[in-house]
Structure formats: structure tokens, C-alpha cells
């Protein structure tokens, strides 16, 4: 007798709301820097929300609902070489939370993103726009900076692009929706997998408005000073 | 005193192009650059009121305006066979001349715009200005300037 299929929260709010905010905004920041002109404004802000969601994002992947931390996805080779192993049509196994390969993944998105938000504020594009802390560092840092960040861009592009890619692959390939869980925060799985423990959504509020405050302070407060 | 000093860039814009005829390729460089540099000191600035990084004071736009506008029409007169060397200056200026000159052109025309824009009062209408000139500089600097090492 086969058990009847179930469903489980797999990705809290807060994940759900930081996943599609900041793909927006990674979208928004890449097309506003490479128009210019006047989207430069919106490029600096788009940035500063940006680093106040990866803050929040590393906090909570100490702090969050257990899909959402760090320890939890981050796997050994053994695993990883495994479940690579297993990604053809019919061998494919669905993991709940971050799989043992897209878990480096989330790694290295976040990385790559924060050295881009990180470097942006101390870039200057030698038109009119300057980050926020280049002033408050030598020129060749500022240059190196520029340089950086024009280059990472692309990196991310590339990232982005390939993470687009690989979620296809799952949807069409493997038949295995990652997009609607990402979504809705429910996954189909069958009866008797156990329900991660989530944590409530008002630490995570907390903790963005503290990420959001120190960026504030960043970027707005001390370079006045 | 500023007036005067605003005079006299208007005299050096305006003796540009006569007197790049003469000048050593190392020099062309050194007085393209050297207007450049106080063109982005002034726009960056006038961006930064507009943008409310800091006060508004409308005298200072109209200095920053004045300022950028003169000498936009400076570095083209500079940008000569042999000033290739030691500079970020792409050798595709020199090949692509005619589109060059265009997007040159463009910017000049765009930043000739900024007294006005800032004289009117009208700030959305000066918002508007900078992020036209800001446009034309990116679109030379995308095409004809090695990124910063």
C-alpha cells in the first residue's frame, strides 16, 4: 500500500520574500548600471537594499529555519559527488531544502554578490556618481574598486544565468518543480517525511531591520562624518 | 573674481581648437585630462545636490553648470595622431573618428544645455539635463576608454 502524498513548508516566509526580492533587484541593479544617465540613483539604492538582504540572508543562515542555515546545506564532497551522480531523469531523488550541490551554489550567489555590494560603495564611474566610502580610500583603491565591480558583473550575469538554467534543467528535465516551492513555500513530498522546524517570521523582520539599519549608517551616516 | 575666472575659461575653451595645432602629443594628453578632471569635480557635485547627498544652493549649480559646459568643448580639440600612448584613450578613437567625433559632439551639445537647466529653477527639468550629459559621457567612455586598473 503506497502512502498518500503530503505536503511540507519548505522554505519560510522571510526566505521566500529575500529569494524573489533579491532576484528582482540583481536584475534591476545589472540593467540600471549599464544604461547610466540618471538610473544611477536607483543603481546606488537598488545596491544598498541589496547588501541590507544579504546581511540579513548570512544572519539567518545561523539563526533561520533549519532549510534555510548554513550547516545544514552546506555538504561534504561524498555527498555532493553523489547526489551529482544521481541528476538524470528517473535516478533523480528530490531533497527537501537546499540539494548537496545547489547548496554551494546559494554559497557562492551570496558571495559573489556581497564583493559586488561591497565594492560598489567605494567605486566611482568618473562621470558623476561615486560610492558612498570612495572618499574615505586612496584612488588606487577606488580604481582597483571599479574595476572590480564592472568585471563581477558580468560574474554574476553568468551565475545568474546558469542558476536560471540548472532550475529549468529540474523542471523539465528532472520533473522536479523548484520554482512553485520557492513560491508558495509548500512541497509535495510523501506521507511520513517529517516537517522541518521554521522559525517565526518576526525574528527574521527584526533582523532585516537591523541589516537595513547598519547599511543605513553605511552609506548614509558615516561618510558624513 | 569668478566671473573673471569663468571668463577665462570661456577664453581657453574658446582658443581650444586654435591652439591644439602646436601642442606635443604628451601635452594634448596632459590638457584633455586636466579638463576632465575639473569637469567630473563639477558635475559630480552639481549631481550630488541634485540627488540630495547635500544641499542645494543654487549658486553653486550655476558655477558647476557654467564650469562643465566650457570646458566640454576642451578635451576634443586634444585627442590628436600620437596621444594614444600612456593613456586610457582606446585606439579605436582614431579608427572609428567619425563616431568619435559624434558621441563627442553629443556630449558637448548635452552639457552646453546645463547653465540654463540650472539657472531655470526648474529642478526636475535640470534632473533631466544631468542625466542626458551623464548619458553622453558614459556612451564615449563604453566605447573609446580602457575600464580603470
Known sequence: MTAAPARIRVWDLPTRIFHWTLAALVVFSFTTGKIGGGWM??????????????????????????????????????????????????????????????????????????????????????IATQGPLAEKVSNAVVAKMSSFHDFNGWIIAVAAGVHVLVIAYYVFGLKDNLVKPMWSGWRAVDAGVEQPPMRAAWLAAILLALAAAGVYWLVVVYPKG | MKKSAIAALALLAAAAPALSQNVKPENQIKFRRAAYTIMNLNF?????????????????????ADIVSLLSSIPKSYFGEGTDKDTRAKPEIWTHRADFDAKMDKMVSEAGKLPAAARSGDMAALKKQIADTDAACKACHDDYRAKQR
Open chain 2, 44 to 64: 559630480s557635485n552639481l549631481d550630488a545636490m541634485v540627488e540630495n547627498k547635500k544641499p542645494f544652493n543654487k549658486e553653486e549649480a550655476i558655477r558647476n
Open chain 1, 41 to 126: 540613483s536607483w543603481h546606488l539604492k537598488s545596491g544598498y537594499a541589496i547588501l541590507a538582504l544579504l546581511l540579513f540572508r548570512l544572519a539567518w543562515g545561523v539563526v533561520g529555519s533549519s532549510t534555510s542555515r548554513f550547516t545544514g546545506f552546506l555538504r561534504g564532497p561524498v555527498a555532493f559527488f553523489r547526489y551529482a551522480a544521481g541528476l538524470v531523469p528517473k535516478r533523480h531523488r528530490p531533497v527537501i531544502g537546499h540539494n548537496p550541490m545547489g547548496g554551494w551554489m546559494v554559497l557562492f550567489l551570496l558571495l559573489i554578490l556581497l564583493a559586488q555590494a561591497g565594492s560598489g560603495l567605494f567605486s566611482d564611474d568618473e
